[in-house]
Structures are given as C-alpha cells and as structure tokens.
Nanobody
Framework: QVQLVESGGGLVQAGGSLRLSCTAS????????VGWFRQAPGKEREFVATITWGGGDKTRYTDSVKGRFTISRDNAKNTVYLQMNSLKPEDTAVYSC???????????????WGQGTRVTVSS
C-alpha cells in the first residue's frame, strides 16, 4: 500500500508562484509514475502533469500549464514536486497527486491518491 500526502497549497496573487509537494510512504515508489491532477469547483478533474519515477524522468504536461509548471522528483525524499509559476486565476483548484504503473494523463490509470491541497489564485 502507498500513502500520498500533498502540501504547499495556499492563496497567491495572479503572477505568483507556489510549489506543491507529494510525499509517498508505505512502500517504495521507485517503479511508479506520479501524476498531478486538479479539480476546480463545478468542473471535472483535469490532468496537469506526470513524471516517471525511474528511467530518465520523462514528463508530460497539459497544454495550459506548459512553460509555467514544472514537475520534478527527489528520490531521497520520496517526494514529487509541482513548481507553479505565473499563476492565473483559472489555476484555482484542488490539486491532488496520484501514483500508478502507467505514465498516463488519464486518472483511471492511477491506483493511489492523496487527499488534495487547495490552490487559490486571486486576480
């Protein structure tokens, strides 16, 4: 079993930055892909970014965050980060990390989920 805990959310003005963290515990995360998803009020869950845990740090992003968000990992800390720069009000959502066997943008491919952290971007 894998437990995921997100942190780093909060309130920020448009144009500002936040760094979200996703820390895994319970078992080794070395063979998992980790994804970030978000869900805004009244909207469906949306893929944000994903990274492979091993094999070269392959990353994928949804188009709306390319050039602004960066996903990375720290093996020693069993943690994946989402650095979010140039934030916009439309980035406001609850952000959740997830672990799965497939490097995918579909939430159904992920087996383990954190509880989420709220990000609010004011205009």
């Amino acid at each position: 079993q894998v437990q995921l805990v997100e942190s780093g959310g909060g309130l920020v003005q448009a144009g500002g930055s936040l760094r979200l963290s996703c820390t895994a515990s319970g078992r080794t995360f070395s063979s998992y892909a980790v994804g970030w998803f978000r869900q805004a009020p009244g909207k469906e869950r949306e893929f944000v970014a994903t990274i492979t845990w091993g094999g070269g740090d392959k990353t994928r992003y949804t188009d709306s965050v390319k050039g602004r968000f960066t996903i990375s990992r720290d093996n020693a800390k069993n943690t994946v980060y989402l650095q979010m720069n140039s934030l916009k009000p439309e980035d406001t959502a609850v952000y959740s990390c997830a672990g799965g066997r497939i490097h995918s943008s579909w939430h159904g491919d992920y087996d383990y989920w954190g509880q989420g952290t709220r990000v609010t971007v004011s205009s």
